[in-house]
């Protein structure tokens, strides 16, 4: 048994925004979103494009959601089909922060996504009243103001809130779980990979060890846990408890942070060549953020996801290396070998890359004999300096000339995506 004594309890919330590209685009239009099939699609021109987001009605109606092709979406005179503003989206995304800025101090607000913040409200009693009134008076807020529905959880943690938020407010508007309620409304979950946290390989993992729900968790041995997960098993073990003690802003699961990319390419990859180019570009970019925050990572994946015309499927691998690396062709040449092992010289549509088990890039093994090594780092430095004072197009590899390369069509998209 846990002794909740123990732990903080506050009154953190979790406001999501509802279908929030599509409710952009409906404020914009002066839409109703409830009532409108909108479709926001990555771009109208392409007929194999995804849709990013979909109102209430366009889900409900016409079975269109986001992931949906747009050739998949019928011909009808009620659904409206928007290219995506990014740009716009952000802006809404800022106003949604200065109104929760009115209610709460800068370091009270974590913005954990485009449509997703957490607010602490402790100690706002009096000023505001009872914190679940706050919250939905916010809500009204945001409503009258931008035009944005929206449905937020609370809990007495970041964990507790976005669990409500994601488990139960999605679904009626507005949900507030305590410890009393970890029993009966978290134990039950299952599959694993519903709870916020757990991955498809972790749930896997736990599942290989006769875990299928949350209260499995709950119960299951702690030393177990730590001996298969490390850290990560402990963590894992407190929060089927609704024990979190994060920092509002930190991540809520430590050791799960990644560098990664993913795109989708805007025609079929037919020839090995044409991959390997765009997988250059994106080694690049993911070697450089790691980079620029001064992280390596032991562990590097790939993803590849075959086109349609090549009746889809794909496969998604990871290498583990015996040094840590934020060098972008050794990413590419372990990229390079599970490419190797694993393409069946299919049409590419999609290709995803990360590097995880991070480590602070000052624990590197740098010996002063390997003067190699520290130029490439040097090199990597320069070219990202270049890259961040005169824009990411400023210095680019060869295969990015090509018409195979990405990186100069998306330098002008925002997200990904038209501005």
Request: glycine share 4%; aromatic share 8%; net charge neutral.
């Given at each position: 048994m846990i002794d909740y004594d123990k732990f903080p309890n506050r009154n953190i919330a979790?406001?999501?925004?509802?279908?929030?590209?599509?409710s952009c685009m409906a404020s914009l239009h002066n839409l109703d979103v409830q009532k409108v099939p909108i479709a926001v699609v990555g771009n109208l021109e392409r007929k194999g494009s995804v849709v990013?987001?979909?109102?209430?009605?366009?889900?409900?109606?016409?079975?269109?959601?986001?992931?949906?092709?747009?050739?998949?979406?019928?011909?009808?005179?009620?659904?409206?089909?928007?290219d995506p503003?990014?740009?716009?989206?952000?802006?809404?995304?800022?106003?949604?922060?200065?109104?929760?800025?009115?209610?709460?101090?800068?370091?009270?607000i974590h913005v954990y996504s485009i449509d997703e913040s957490f607010i602490d409200l402790t100690g706002?009693?009096?000023?505001?009243?009872?914190?679940?009134?706050?919250?939905?008076?916010?809500?009204?807020?945001?409503?009258?103001?931008?035009?944005?529905?929206?449905?937020?959880?609370?809990?007495?943690?970041?964990?507790?809130?976005?669990?409500?938020?994601?488990?139960?407010?999605k679904k009626t508007g507005f949900s507030k779980w305590t410890f009393e309620d970890v029993?009966?409304?978290?134990?039950?979950?299952?599959?694993?990979s519903e709870m916020w946290g757990i991955g498809r390989q972790t749930e896997k993992s736990l599942n290989n060890m006769g875990i299928f729900s949350v209260g499995d968790l709950a119960h299951a041995n702690l030393q177990n846990l730590e001996k298969k997960f490390g850290v990560l098993g402990n963590q894992l073990y407190h929060h089927a408890w609704g024990i979190?003690?994060?920092?509002?802003?930190?991540?809520?699961?430590e050791g799960q942070v990644s560098y990664g990319k993913s795109q989708i390419l805007l025609r079929d990859y037919n020839s090995r060549e044409e991959v390997n180019a765009v997988l250059l570009e994106m080694c690049e970019d993911v070697a450089r953020r790691a980079r620029e925050n001064y992280q390596a990572g032991r562990t590097i994946s790939l993803g590849i996801g075959y086109s349609k015309n090549a009746f889809g499927g794909g496969f998604q691998r990871s290498r583990t290396i015996d040094e840590a690396t934020n060098d972008t062709m050794k990413i590419y040449k372990v990229c390079m070998v599970l490419l190797n092992e694993n393409y069946d010289k299919r049409a590419v549509r999609q290709i995803s890359v990360s590097i995880t088990k991070?480590?602070?890039?000052?624990s590197m093994q740098l010996s002063l004999f390997d003067t190699k090594k520290w130029q490439v780092r040097q090199l990597g430095t320069t070219m990202d300096e270049i890259r961040t004072r005169y824009g990411s197009t400023a210095i680019l590899r060869a295969v990015s000339l090509t018409d195979a390369g990405t990186a100069i069509k998306r330098s002008k998209l925002v997200g990904g995506h038209k501005g």
């Open positions: 979790c406001i999501d925004m509802m279908s929030f590209y599509a990013l987001a979909a109102s209430p009605s366009m889900k409900k109606r016409f079975r269109v959601k986001t992931g949906t092709r747009m050739y998949e979406i019928p011909h009808h005179p009620d659904i409206k089909l928007f503003k990014m740009g716009y989206f952000l802006e809404m995304s800022m106003a949604v922060t200065r109104i929760l800025h009115k209610y709460v101090p800068v370091e009270a706002t009693e009096k000023l505001w009243g009872d914190p679940v009134q706050t919250v939905k008076d916010i809500q009204k807020e945001i409503l009258e103001t931008l035009k944005l529905p929206s449905t937020a959880g609370m809990g007495p943690n970041m964990l507790m809130a976005k669990l409500a938020l994601d488990l139960e407010a029993p009966t409304k978290l134990w039950s979950v299952s599959p694993l979190d003690l994060s920092e509002m802003g930190a991540p809520i699961l991070l480590e602070d890039e000052h």
